[in-house]
């Protein structure tokens, strides 16, 4: 250190309180082919204690008189500056945290780039997304701390989160060429994206990407996979169909107890569905609504004409509470039955999907459980009309498959999951399924393992759509169990190789647990209290200057912090080029209202 501009004059606690040599005084200094910034707010000074050199930050400054006894009592003023300690170097390691104080006397010295960029830079210089604000110095960010964490990038609309996100991906993927392949053996990255922004060349290259576009307006769009486990789950279909407690979920654990007892084949529904028919007939017991809920079936069954044919003429005698079939009474037992249906066997399509054999099940479980007295069709219906709307759009979207890990059967880097087509009930839905998916997959894959060799990241922009506690438009019970599994992800998952990365413009609509856990922050600019309440709350590694600065930063600048950062940066994040930004740039209103005028 060779540039002197001041020494200490008190030290009070951890405020460090020095005089500025008047010389010292301009923006710019010039000092044997180096150039220094002049003190001001938020500057790095250095005070030297012995053999160690306290780094300090300038946070406030004033003038103080200074009298003189002469004839004239000349007044001057010396110019005073409050610092704050930062940490200290031990030869050329820097080390944050106050460990050392400076004493009163102590010189006080600039620091150039070089030491500033020591400060901050992390990384080994081969991961930086952008520049200090101050210094404009381009600082590294260390990637292999980073990645192996959970992320939250926030900002208000327009403040530029989407870009520091894809800029955060971009660089890692599209940087060192061995990187990337050791990425792509060991590691996949879901998108799970609201707004269709990263369909395009966003992220990474084509040929590493796997775009899929979900449209519930429209057949013939994408789908996504999910495993049998995950969908044949009473707890998930309760909640999907929105069961009642008492009457509705019940029956649905019998409907998916009969699936692991016997098997989703066409044989089993075939063999379950004509024992059923046949049950419908010679019971002494028999449900009038039971005729209606066959017909229900009639699009999924082969034989179909002839099944409407022979339903069509079965009325039911209410004087003797049986089906009649022109003169033959089914009173109960074969004989009746096989009088008209001796020859007549129901078969079901071979290419029908998971949906429609799960609606097979429903109906056949009904029917059963009417002829035994388990349950009043009145209390089924609603959930059956409720499935049939939920599936109708399901089915649009969903590849239901006997695989249990989908996501490691496609081979690409990135997988972008695009909901801009999808009605607001699949965007609730959506995001839980392939979450819940895709994480007990993942974990049952490595749980066994001492070493884990695969990891997932899920990417989540937009998060407050599917994480906040605010919502009104979805059951309580439903929201409640995409909370605790988010919340379970966000709290177990670092031990499975799972890691989440939020995006959203309101942090204080998330569920406060998830913002606890949350390891690393790139916040931009935040506006409304009660963001602000929550991210001084949160996050304990925020300086006085960095929390005053979130409201009034530019677009594409953010705080940096978190367990990777010894330190919070205020970076300005560089901005990607055409075609590879997310697409949310602000509309050039000049430009399409000046084209009128043309």
Known sequence: MELCIGEVIAVKGIKIIIKVYEQSNLETIFYKGQTYQGISINEHLCIQRGFKDIIAKVEGEYLDESRAETENHTVSYIRKVEL???????????????????????????????????????GNGDFSIGQTIKDSIRISLPWQHLFNTHIGVFGNTGSGKSNTLTKLYTELFNGDVKRTEAINKH????????????????????ENKNVIKLNTRTSGG????????????????GLL???????????????????????????????????????????????????DLLRALGSMLDNESDVSGKLNQVTW??????????????NGGEDDFNKVFCDFKLSIKKDIDTFERFKIRCHLQLINDLLHGFVQFDFIQPLLKRMDAVIYDLSKVINVQSSENTVQ????????????????????????LLTLNYYEAHK???????????????????????????SNREAESWKDYRLELFEEIIKEGRKFGVFLTLSSQRPADISPTIMSQIHNFFIHRLVNDKDLFLIDNTISSLDAFSKNMIPKLAKGCCVVTGTTFDLPLLIQVDKMLDGQRPDS??????KLWGATHD
């Open 84 to 122: 704050q300690p930062l940490g200290h170097f031990e030869g050329e390691s820097f080390f944050e945290g106050v460990k050392h104080l400076p004493m009163i006397g102590d010189r006080v010295f600039l620091l150039n780039k070089e030491k500033i960029y020591q400060i901050y830079s992390q």
């Open 187 to 206: 590691s996949k990255f879901i998108v799970i994206d609201f707004n269709g922004e990263y369909t395009g060349k966003q992220l990474v290259s084509s």
């Open 222 to 237: 994408g789908k996504v996979s999910l495993s049998e486990s995950s969908f044949w789950s009473a707890e998930v279909l």
């Open 241 to 291: 169909f929105k069961a009642t407690e008492n009457t509705q979920k019940p029956f649905i654990n019998r409907v998916v107890s009969g699936f692991v007892r016997f098997g989703d084949s066409v044989e089993t529904l075939e063999r379950y569905l004509n024992s059923t028919f046949f049950s419908m007939f010679a019971s002494t017991s028999q449900a009038r609504e039971s005729i």
């Open 317 to 330: 005698y209410a004087k003797g509470s049986v089906f009649r079939l022109g003169n033959v009474y089914f």
């Open 409 to 432: 059967q496609n081979n690409k880097l990135l997988t972008v999951i695009s909901l801009r087509q999808c009605n607001q009930e699949i965007k609730k839905i959506i995001p839980l």
């Open 444 to 470: 049952k894959s490595v749980q066994e393992q001492s070493n884990i060799d695969r990891t997932l990241h899920l990417i989540i922009d937009e998060a407050h759509n599917i994480l906040s506690q605010q």
């Open 585 to 590: 740039d602000d509309i050039d209103l000049e």
